[in-house]
């Protein structure tokens, strides 16, 4: 009969009633022990209810006193080693396949050599972390060395951990380490850590010369092909090589016959001995063979004696005869000559500027701006073009000044003061400026206006704010402010300081009675379509003590007045005193703003003086 399966490697430890045992040299992993199997120390057994890792199991309450590093048996009984015959038969055939020479068992990571209850002779072990790699010999592992890839490293690093088959490059040559401990700080050659795996090679020996040192062409002289070729510069200024043996006679009669090859070209420039008169039109010249020009060079003749005297145009150029032709478009000095000097020049343009001039030679200074777009640069400009209305009379009077266009396109420039009245728009001095329709009290908008083909400005005045009626032409405009007209007194008497309009009054716009509900008011005398900042006096009164109240713009985020969040006018006694306050508020579009107060029955009167206008666009 076959006896039980037992393992008993290492030694084991366990307090008395503890339900954890603990190994030294066990290696406890599925195939060695599993739940189920019998644990007997000395006399005493008890289940295996648990395989924790390697060093430790989980038991019931130990009962055989307490251990400590003593021997002990596990007797494989566990019923997860049961299986059906079919598969007790596949086990046995793979068991048979196992228990061959030749078989690897793996090693983990964990452990420093193999499981020494495993393996027959002539199995090998394999730790693939570390490439360590033992056989069974003689009923025991025995460690064979490392058997690892190569990992290439690139050049050394003083700093880097390097392990066995890193490769490194030191000075051209390439080393492997070979030490089975990893290390840093080791450089090559250290012989303990690192192996030659491919050393750097010798420098080989010079190879022939090609070419010979270049020299100046000259006449009589023996010119060779052969390595070295000669190599020369010829009286253009190119580079040649010899690629016929000759003795040389005329360059440019033995480049015809092709005994020279062109190697590296000058940008020398040509001359010319043909006689020519200077003027306008097609001429021909005889200059150097092999020159750098291309059909399209547009190249100036000048004369080397006098070099005011000079011609140029684009040209044709046949490199093998030297043969120039321009088509002369611009020139100066007269005369016939034949020392003509060659160089390039550049494609004139349309027209001039000169350095000292400072633009003042500029046709259209005006168009020229557009062009280097500075009105977009000064988007929201506005200087001058102040509005002044007298009041009780048909007219208003603009100054002289400039502004950018509401889109940034164009300067509109006022040269002199424009004095218009209230008829239909027609150009020029003392004439109307009305847009369309029929005069009406209340605000007018005032325009500077621009027709950009002809440059003439003008002025002229809207009931809109931001898209007056345009005369013909007329495309840029910018808005300059504001004006009231009055069927019974013609235009009403504004003071404009700035961008700021005053009335030679104050209006009562309000009075009325607040409660702690906010109401909005509309400012009868600031204008509408845009937004501006009503220059306003306010009194009010309660004949409740310390009651407060607030006047903003209908946009802001309104809060009970009181003395935590602040307010713009108070109560200070019970007699109905209460008090005055200049405020600047921000309109909306339609001319309003709001108040509110801590308490009902507030008093209210708002006053406006006249309004600030940004004149934004």
Known sequence: MTALASYSTGTVSVAAGDTTVSGVGTIWSSTNVRPGDILQIG???????????????????????????????????????????????????????????????????????????????????????????????????????????FSFRGAYDNAAAYSVGDVQTTAGTSYVWINQTPGSGHPAPDPTYWQVLAAKGDKGDTGSVPWAVPVAWATGIAFVAAAPASIVTGPNGNTYQCIVPHNSGVFATDLAAGKWKLIAQSLKEGTSTTSVTIGAGTIGFTTQPDLSYQNGVRLRASSNANIGNWQEGVCTYDPSTGALLMYRDKFAGAGTFNDWNFSRVGQPGAGDLSSTANLSDLTNKPVALVNLGVPGLLLGHLSGLKITSPGGVSTFSVSAGVACDRSGTDMIVLSAALTKSSSAWAAGNNNGCLDTGALANGFYHVFIIKNPTTSVVDVLMSKSATAPTMPAGYTLFRRIGAVWFNSGVNFSQILQRGREFFWPGSALDVTTTIGTTLQTFALASCPTGVRVQALLNVIAWNATQNTTWWTHETGITDNPPSYSVGANGLEASTATSGNASDLRVWTDTSAQICARSSAAGTSYRCFTRGWFDPLEG
């Open 43 to 149: 006399n005493f057994q008890t289940i295996i209810t648990d395989v924790t890792d390697p060093t430790h199991l989980v038991i019931p309450p130990w009962g055989g006193g307490a251990q400590a590093a003593v021997a002990y048996v596990v007797w494989k009984v566990s019923s997860q080693r049961i299986a059906g015959a079919q598969a007790m038969a596949d086990v046995s055939a793979l068991v048979a396949a196992l228990n061959t020479s030749g078989f690897f068992w793996f090693v983990d990571a964990s452990l420093a050599a193999p499981d020494p209850s495993l393996g027959t002779d002539g199995q090998y072990a394999l730790q693939p972390t570390t490439g360590k790699m033992w056989v069974h010999t003689g009923g025991a592992w025995s460690y064979l060395g490392v058997y690892k890839g």
